[in-house]
Every structure is written in C-alpha cells, then in structure tokens.
C-alpha cells in the first residue's frame, strides 16, 4: 500500500474513509509496539542452542590484581561454555594464547563437532572454586588453580541422531597460567590434574 501527501480540502477520492477529526492541541502518535527480544533456549535433540547470551569480560578481569585474575579465569570458562553450546569459539579463541596446546586441542573438537551442521547438548561449565597465591613467575606468568564441574555432553547430528558415545560428566582440577600483557589478561596454558 502506498501512501501518498495530500494538501488541500478537495473531495476525497470515492471508496475513501472520511478524514479523522484532530484536534490541534492533540497531535496523533503511532503506538510504539514493543520489539519482542529473543528468548534463550538451550540445544536439544531437536537442534542447536538458540539466542545464547554472550560472555561479557568483567571489569575486575582488567586490572592485574589477584580479583582480576579470578575473575578473569571465571569469564574464561564462561567463553568456554559458550563455545560448547554455540560452537562458535572466537571470543574463547581472543583471549588465550595460540601456544595453548591443550585449549588448541578443545577449540579443534569443538570445530569437528559442530561441522556440517551437528551441535552438542549439555556440557554446562562452573568453576566452583579457584585459588591463587597471585605471585608472578620469572616469565611474567601467574599461576591459578580452578575446579572444572562439566555436565554431560551429547553429540548430534543434522537428522537428530547421537553421532558419537556421550561424554560423561566431570569434576577435574586444573591449573591454568595466564599473563597480563598490554593491559589484558591471556591464558596462555592450560594442565587438567589427573
């Protein structure tokens, strides 16, 4: 439907409405209709994770404080999560070094996991619990040990069907190191305890 300005008090074409009685001191305003956001909705048997929040970096975890390596670990593991369920790593991928064999190996799987269109249910991280003694090493890195709580992890594919065994839940120690480095924090490695 096109609308088109008129100006004039001629006749009004036949078929139209009348004109609407206005008031000069009442202005006419559209209704505003609220814009529906989008809901989060976790991956299921029926297909991916939708709307996921993404991870946003504190404003403790910018500072080279003991708080701001805790919590700095904390948003890592948040990236984490969010790669997990969204198999999109590069926010993950930001803030960790590329000399990071074993995160290198976690962001590769996930890679393989999610390509041509497979996704994975479940594998919700917290880190319950992280200590560190905050004292530098001679290499300017800082050491800090995190418990890692995992659910399991369920693997699909585009016809719904488990494309691999699950992987079972976990509670594991890790002891993760990361440098500050112009003005940012950056994993740069990464030891589960066995």
């Given at each position: 439907m096109?609308?088109?300005?008129?100006?004039g008090g001629g006749t009004?074409?036949?078929?139209?409405?009348?004109?609407?009685?206005?008031?000069?001191?009442?202005?006419v305003t559209p209704s505003a209709t609220p814009t529906p956001t989008a809901s989060y909705k976790p991956a299921d048997a029926t297909g991916k994770a939708q709307n996921v929040p993404v991870p946003e970096l504190p404003e403790a975890a910018k500072a080279e404080t003991k708080e701001g390596l805790e919590a700095f670990?904390?948003?890592?593991?948040?990236?984490?999560?969010?790669?997990?369920?969204?198999?999109?790593s590069s926010g993950l991928e930001s803030v960790t070094s590329t000399g990071c064999e074993f995160?290198?190996?976690i962001t590769r799987s996930l890679k393989t996991n999610y390509a041509e269109g497979r996704w994975l249910v479940g594998g919700?991280?917290?880190?319950?619990?992280?200590?560190?003694?905050?004292?530098?090493?001679?290499?300017?890195?800082?050491q800090i040990a995190v418990q890692v709580q995992q659910t399991k992890i369920t693997y699909f594919d585009p016809g719904g069907s488990e494309f691999?065994?699950?992987?079972?839940?976990?509670?594991?120690?890790?002891?993760?190191?990361?440098?500050?480095?112009?003005?940012a924090w950056q994993i740069t490695a990464l030891h589960p305890l066995r």
């Open positions: 096109s609308v088109t300005a008129c100006s009004q074409p036949p078929g139209s409405p009348p004109p609407a009685s206005q008031s000069p001191s009442e202005p670990a904390r948003y890592w593991f948040k990236e984490l999560n969010f790669a997990y369920e969204t198999g999109t995160c290198s190996n919700h991280i917290e880190t319950p619990s992280l200590s560190t003694t905050f004292e530098s090493q001679a290499d300017g890195q800082y691999r065994k699950p992987t079972p839940p976990s509670d594991t120690g890790n002891v993760m190191l990361a440098a500050f480095k112009n003005g």
